[in-house]
């Protein structure tokens, strides 16, 4: 039956999964492809935001921008790791994205709790309504991705991961949209 | 302007503002371009199916039309489709930019609160001015001089509504939060319908005024009348 | 994987299957469940426009506020829980693995998870009929402020429930639509080139596209409005220096591709009846792809035709006018190398091509109605009033259940190896064509007159009284209407279990999926996958032997 398994899983299982990896991507970015734009429009009218963005602390949003883009460093060496089929070096690589992914999530936390003392929540008025919704959906999304990065880092340090290894660079594709997003979000919120 | 017994929408009643006309003739421009295609095609789809059924003798033509130009009789149909589009767009956009692009000056401003359930009508009173002690208030009935520009501001206290008088071939949407400006001129003397176009709650189907035209005269003693 | 070897057990094979087929029928049966429902919504709007504030039978005094409700739950049911699932989930299912000699979808499990997260929203949806403060009553298109606060609309659950079930439906057609795409693209049978890949997947495919990269915005836009109304946010609302025209916008951006996302698979259908019912190949197939990916690509381009009055600023309706109007050219060459089809050919009149026909002289007048609408000057008038009803079931009907119809009779021996009975079908054609337009044609008229859409009570408007006698007889066609699909019930449930047998190819179709056994096993081929040699339409070629040519031999 081996040729019938082979087509039964899809004739190139790599290329369907990346493939679908893609859509998943196009489509994310048109969710908050939506969201930045829905922003950028009602800021053009709404000068006075600018005294709400002053109160972000654009060094915690900067610390955040860099643990984020070394984490996506790190998952792109995880990802040669894996190239390599050398599981070790693949779960050292994302046990360390998946510290820096638990960083940037206590900094957001950390954001967020002295946003509260200060008694600013998303009703307060529009402009905290965008921030706290897209970087929320952020963080949603950071929560994702560590949730799969954790399955891929549990097995590939129990050493099973050999037969799935391309995950690793689904995962990581998904990883860098997560860091881009992120990208656009800070300059445009802390910023601008 | 057209035969009578074509009138497909002999339900649209005759229009009586300066702008409704032209509204009318868009409408019915589309109509005999749409129903050309409309009669012509179903025709066609009818005699394709008699004229080709099965029990004819002989087998089916081959017509794969695979090369380009097999195409050629289906671009050039394309074509006129797309000229008639044009010309469509070039008669709408006159008419659109008249009635929603450029509002005249006025000879009486009105300020129109839409709320759940009704219309008020905000007249500027003795001084021509609104927003001053001597504004006063009207529900539901909009008093208007007969060939006149009237100016409409438009503000909604809660939801979205909309403004239509299907008479006057006037509509626009009513938001709170802002105001837009809008303007009709009505030629004909009497009541005519007014209601509200956009659902805005349980009693939407209830929010519904008059229109109301008065001849010079009329209109300056029902002035006289409002406080 | 393991599935070909060892024997299924009921559950495994029915009901958490991950086979492609079963999962399509398991569509099919949701979406014609809805239909019964979103009937029922039809008769109770019918009804009430009729005979207002008298009890209807059944059901009693439909006030405004369940008036309201239920015709947001009208327009929500039929689109996106008969329409999707029918249309576009069931037969992309169904036939996208058949059609290009896949033995499945590229993520089985994916598939299955979709109809699951379906079927949760179905209950999610149902049971908000019967929260406190009713269902959603703010129309299909939930305009905020309207919708956002319950203090405008009594409504307090009802929305946020009805964001979950959409948001779960959005969510089940995301997965499906990564599965149609990518299976598409991978895994086509040997031989399968894109050039021969039949128009039924392509189109199924193409309306997936459409969804797939516009659902985001209104993904974005809902999860604001569930933020106006449960987190005291204001990104609506004006008092809070929100934006009301925000949400029509995402809406929109989403709302007229989706309407795409179900007229393209419909016709895709249709197109692949005609060729097989009249002999002949298709005219111009590659032409046909080309103006479908036009008119796929325009669809993003023309969402604020349904704005021209909702105060955007005027300057913007001029561009949405003129690409909405030009619409009607791509759409006038897939019309035209329909005709070009069928001209020279031997048609034979059975009961899927009757559909086919009738989609195509139905379609005709929703679409050419379009362009009043399309005109923003002419829109004026037109917009919320009963022309734009007339205008959109002319369009929907069509696609939903001349489509669907359509494809069901037509692949039925294929999906459950039976014959559905010939008489009962031609009935049940001629009923519901000329029933459809009996309901419907009067309403152009009675729209032109300015009757008002969403208004709970016509005896309010006392120049409304004129079409008390029309809107009387409509209603009694309506419910004819409604009474005329017993007979497709009846014999699609009959025909399941006592239906004549069908043989492989009861048509002598020539794509791929009637070459494999009716119905189609597990796995869908025998041992070896299809070796592809003809196109999908090679009929009545001078010189062949027969007056088709399958794809392969299987
Ligand atoms: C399957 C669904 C479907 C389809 C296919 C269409 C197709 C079209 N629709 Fe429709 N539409 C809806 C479903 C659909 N619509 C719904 C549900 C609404 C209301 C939503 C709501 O408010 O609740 C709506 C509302 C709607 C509006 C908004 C009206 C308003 O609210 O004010 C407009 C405006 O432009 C419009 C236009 C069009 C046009 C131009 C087409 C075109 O695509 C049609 C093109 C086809 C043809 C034109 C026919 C073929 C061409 C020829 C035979 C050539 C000859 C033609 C010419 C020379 C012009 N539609
Ligand atoms: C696909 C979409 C669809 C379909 C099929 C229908 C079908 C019908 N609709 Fe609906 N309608 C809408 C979509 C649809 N509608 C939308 C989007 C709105 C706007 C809502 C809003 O304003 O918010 C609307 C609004 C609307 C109104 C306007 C109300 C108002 O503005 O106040 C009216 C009034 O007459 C109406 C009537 C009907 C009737 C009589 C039918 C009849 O044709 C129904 C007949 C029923 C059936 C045919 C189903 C039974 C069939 C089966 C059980 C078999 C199924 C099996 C298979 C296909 C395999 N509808
Ligand atoms: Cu106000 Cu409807
Ligand atoms: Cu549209």
Redesign the pocket.
């Known amino acids: 039956m081996s040729s019938n398994n082979q087509v039964l899983s899809g004739s190139h299982p790599g290329e369907a999964g990346r493939l679908a990896m893609w859509f998943l991507i196009g489509s994310e970015i048109v969710i908050f492809g939506a969201a930045v734009v829905s922003y950028l429009l009602l800021r053009l009218n709404r000068p006075e935001w600018v005294v709400d963005m002053a109160r972000l602390n654009a060094n915690a949003g900067m610390l955040n921008t860099l643990v984020l883009l070394t984490s996506s460093f790190s998952m792109a060496l995880a990802h040669a790791a894996a190239e390599d089929r050398d599981q070790a070096k693949v779960a050292k690589r994302l046990g360390l994205t998946l510290l820096l992914a638990a960083i940037f999530l206590c900094v957001k936390g950390w954001e967020y709790s002295a946003k509260f003392h200060h008694g600013i929540f998303p009703s307060t008025n529009v402009f905290w309504s965008f921030y706290f919704l897209m970087t929320g959906l952020h963080a949603l999304h950071v929560v994702i991705g560590m949730i799969a990065i954790t399955v891929l880092w549990v097995r590939a340090s129990r050493g099973t991961l050999a037969p799935n290894l391309n995950r690793v660079e689904l995962t990581g594709l998904y990883w860098h949209l997560v860091d881009i997003v992120w990208i656009f979000l800070f300059p445009m919120l802390y910023l601008s | 302007m057209f035969p009578d017994s074509l009138r497909f929408f002999d339900t649209l009643k005759e229009s009586v503002s300066t702008y409704g006309g032209d509204v009318d003739h868009l409408i019915w421009t589309i109509f005999y371009i749409t129903g050309f295609f409309f009669v012509v095609m179903e025709a066609l789809l009818l005699f394709f199916v008699f004229r080709y059924r099965a029990s004819r003798p002989g087998p089916a033509e081959h017509l794969p039309g695979d090369q380009p130009k097999s195409w050629i009789w289906v671009l050039a149909l394309a074509f006129v489709v797309l000229v008639i589009d044009l010309s469509v767009d070039a008669m709408g956009a006159k008419v659109w930019t008249r009635i929603k692009e450029e509002v005249p000056a006025e000879d009486l401003r009105v300020r129109v609160w839409a709320q759940q359930f009704s219309w008020d009508f905000q007249y500027p009173g003795k001084d021509n001015k609104l927003d001053t002690p001597d504004d006063f208030h009207v529900v539901n009935e909009l008093h208007i001089p007969v060939n006149k520009k009237i100016r409409l501001d438009l503000r909604a206290k809660d939801v979205i509504h909309s403004l239509f008088l299907p008479d006057a071939r006037f509509k626009q949407d009513v938001l709170p939060g802002r105001e837009i400006p809008a303007w009709i001129e009505i030629t004909q003397v009497g009541e005519t319908r007014l209601y509200c176009a956009e659902?805005c709650g349980q009693a939407h189907t209830a929010m519904i005024g008059t229109l109301i035209t008065h001849d010079d005269k009329s209109f300056k003693s029902w002035l006289k009348e409002q406080k | 994987m393991s599935d070909m070897t060892h024997p299924q057990s009921f559950l495994s094979k029915y009901i958490f299957s991950t086979d492609h087929k079963t999962i399509g029928k398991q569509f099919?049966f949701l979406?014609?469940f809805w239909?019964?429902i979103?009937?029922a919504t039809?008769?109770l709007?019918?009804w009430q426009?009729a005979h207002p504030n008298t009890p209807a039978p059944g059901f009693g005094i439909v006030n405004f506020g369940q008036?309201n409700a239920i015709?947001?739950m009208?327009?929500t049911i039929?689109?996106f829980y008969?329409?999707m699932p029918?249309i576009v989930a069931a037969f992309s299912n169904f036939l996208i693995p058949l059609q290009i000699g896949a033995r499945d979808m590229a993520f089985p499990k994916l598939n299955a998870l979709s109809f699951w997260f379906m079927v949760l929203s179905s209950v999610i949806l149902l049971s908000s009929f019967f929260v406190p403060g009713g269902a959603a009553a703010a129309?299909?298109?939930g305009y905020p402020p309207l919708s956002a606060d319950p203090k405008y609309t009594g409504v307090t659950w009802g929305t946020p429930l009805w964001l979950l079930a959409l948001a779960l439906a959005f969510a089940s057609s995301t997965m499906g639509g990564i599965n149609y795409l990518a299976t598409l693209i991978t895994q086509r049978a040997p031989g399968m080139t894109y050039s021969k890949v039949p128009l039924a997947t392509w189109f199924l495919v193409a309306g997936t596209a459409d969804f797939f990269f516009s659902v985001g915005p209104l993904v974005a836009g809902a999860v604001m409005l569930l933020m106006d109304t449960l987190a005291g946010t204001g990104f609506y609302l004006p008092a809070k220096g929100g934006e009301p025209l925000l949400w029509q916008h995402l809406f929109w951006f989403f709302g007229h591709p989706e309407v795409y996302v179900?007229f393209v698979p419909a016709f895709g259908m249709v197109f692949e009846i005609l060729p097989v019912f009249s002999r002949k190949a298709i005219y111009g197939y590659k032409l046909i792809l080309a103006s479908l990916a036009v008119s796929v690509a325009l669809a993003y381009v023309v969402w604020a035709h349904h704005m021209f009055i909702s105060g955007m600023n005027p300057k913007l309706a001029m561009p949405f006018s003129v690409l909405t109007i030009l619409i009607s050219v791509p759409f006038s060459i897939i019309f035209f190398l329909a005709f070009a089809t069928l001209k020279g050919g031997k048609i034979k009149l059975e009961v899927p091509m009757l559909w086919a026909l009738g989609f195509i002289a139905t379609f005709l007048i929703g679409g050419l109605t379009g362009i009043f609408l399309g005109s923003a000057a002419s829109d004026i008038y037109f917009h919320d009033t009963?022309f734009i009803?007339a205008h959109?079931?002319y369009t929907?009907?069509p696609?939903?259940?001349f489509g669907?119809?359509a494809a069901?009779t037509y692949w039925f021996p294929k999906m459950f190896g039976r014959r559905l009975n010939e008489v009962a079908g031609r009935w049940h054609f001629a009923l519901?064509f000329l029933l459809?337009n009996g309901?419907?044609w009067p309403?152009f008229r009675v729209g032109a007159a300015g009757m008002p859409?969403?208004?709970?009570d016509p005896s309010q408007y006392a120049w409304l009284d004129q079409f008390k006698g029309v809107q009387s007889v409509?209603t009694t066609v309506?419910v004819l209407?409604?009474l005329a699909?017993l007979i497709?019930?009846f014999n699609?449930f009959i025909s399941l279990f006592w239906g004549k047998k069908s043989e492989k190819n009861p048509y002598h179709s020539a794509t791929l999926e009637w070459q494999t056994d009716s119905p189609a096993p597990h796995g869908n081929w025998g041992e070896q996958l299809p070796q592809v040699t003809a196109g999908p339409y090679e009929y009545s070629k001078p010189g062949a032997e027969s007056d088709f040519t399958p794809q392969a031999r299987v």
């Open positions: 659902l | 099919l979406g014609m239909a019964l979103g009937a039809a008769y709007i019918r426009i008036y015709l947001t009208h327009g039929m689109v008969v329409a029918i129309g299909w298109t179900i009963y009803v959109f079931h929907l009907f696609a939903t259940f669907g119809f069901v519901t459809f309901v419907f309403l859409r969403r208004i709970a409509v309506a209407l409604i699909q497709f019930l699609f």
